[in-house]
C-alpha cells in the first residue's frame, strides 16, 4: 500500500495523560502535515514538515503539542496533559515530489483521540 | 489566502450531474482552485484544482468564471458513493510555499437514490 497511514487509529486516554501518534507519509513525499478535525468542523492546519524541518506551526499547537519528523520520513505528534478540548480527529497528510507533486496533498485515515 | 463561500448542503439523485457552487471574490491573480472531499470517517481526497481555464479529470469537472471570483465543481454522473462533504479551498500553487490547506466548513452532499 503506498498511502499515508497512521497509528493508531483510535485513542482514548484520561485527562492529563501523554499521547503520541505516528504518521507515515508517502516514501518520496518530501513535505508532510498535521490537521486536528472536530466533530462538524472542516480539518484545520496544525504544523508543516519540510524534509525534517518544521517550518511552520498554528496557533492552535499550543505548548502541550510537539511534532517531530526525526529523519524526514515518519513524523510523531505528542499531546502532553491531555485536556478534554483536544479530543478531535488528527489528520496526517504528505505531498511532493513524485505522486500528485506539490499540487495534492494525499491524506491518512486519521487518528481519532477521545479524552475522558 | 482567500476565502470562500459554499453552500451548507445539498442534494442530488443518482445518476443525474451535481452542480456544487463556490465564491471566491477574493481571489489573487496567483491563487488556485482545489476542490478536496470527505467521505464519512476518512481522510480528505484531492478531486481537482484549476487557476482560470476549466479543467477535468476522472473524477469531476471544473468551471470557473471568466473574473474567477467564482467556480463550480461537477461531478457528471452521481453515485451514492459521492455522498460528502467537498471543500473549496484557494491557495497559491508549486513548490515556492507551505501548501497548507485552509479549509471552511464545505457543502455537504447527498445523493440519493
Known amino acids: 500500500d503506498t498511502g499515508v497511514s497512521q497509528d493508531p487509529r483510535h485513542k482514548i486516554t484520561k485527562r492529563g495523560q501523554n499521547v503520541t501518534f505516528r504518521c507515515d507519509p508517502i516514501?518520496?513525499?518530501?513535505?508532510l502535515y498535521w490537521y486536528r478535525q472536530t466533530l462538524g468542523q472542516g480539518p484545520e492546519f496544525l504544523t508543516y514538515?519540510?524534509?525534517?524541518?518544521?517550518?511552520?506551526k498554528s496557533r492552535l499547537l499550543s505548548d502541550r503539542f510537539s511534532a517531530e519528523r526525526p529523519k524526514g520520513s515518519f513524523s510523531t505528534l505528542e499531546i502532553q496533559r491531555t485536556e478534554q478540548g483536544d479530543s478531535a480527529m488528527y489528520l496526517c497528510a504528505s505531498s511532493g515530489r513524485g505522486l500528485g507533486s506539490y499540487n495534492e496533498q494525499f491524506f491518512g485515515p486519521g487518528t481519532r483521540l477521545t479524552v475522558l | 489566502d482567500a476565502k470562500t463561500t459554499q453552500p451548507t448542503s445539498m442534494d442530488c439523485a443518482e445518476g443525474r450531474a451535481a452542480n456544487l457552487p463556490c465564491n471566491h471574490s477574493?481571489?489573487?491573480?496567483?491563487?488556485?482552485v482545489y476542490w478536496y472531499r470527505q467521505i464519512h470517517s476518512q481522510g480528505p481526497q484531492y478531486i481537482i484544482h484549476g487557476l482560470k481555464n476549466n479543467e477535468t479529470n476522472e473524477m469531476a469537472s471544473l468551471i470557473i468564471t471568466e473574473d474567477r471570483k467564482s467556480s463550480t465543481l461537477i461531478l457528471p454522473h452521481a453515485t451514492l458513493r459521492d455522498t460528502a462533504v467537498y471543500y473549496c479551498?484557494?491557495?497559491?500553487?508549486?513548490?515556492?510555499?507551505?501548501?497548507?490547506?485552509?479549509f471552511g466548513q464545505g457543502t455537504t452532499l447527498q445523493v440519493k437514490p
Open positions: 479551498i484557494v491557495r497559491v500553487s508549486g513548490s515556492s510555499n507551505t501548501g497548507k490547506l485552509i
Open positions: 516514501s518520496e513525499h518530501n513535505r
Open positions: 477574493t481571489i489573487s491573480g496567483n491563487e488556485y
Open positions: 514538515f519540510q524534509n525534517e524541518a518544521q517550518l511552520e
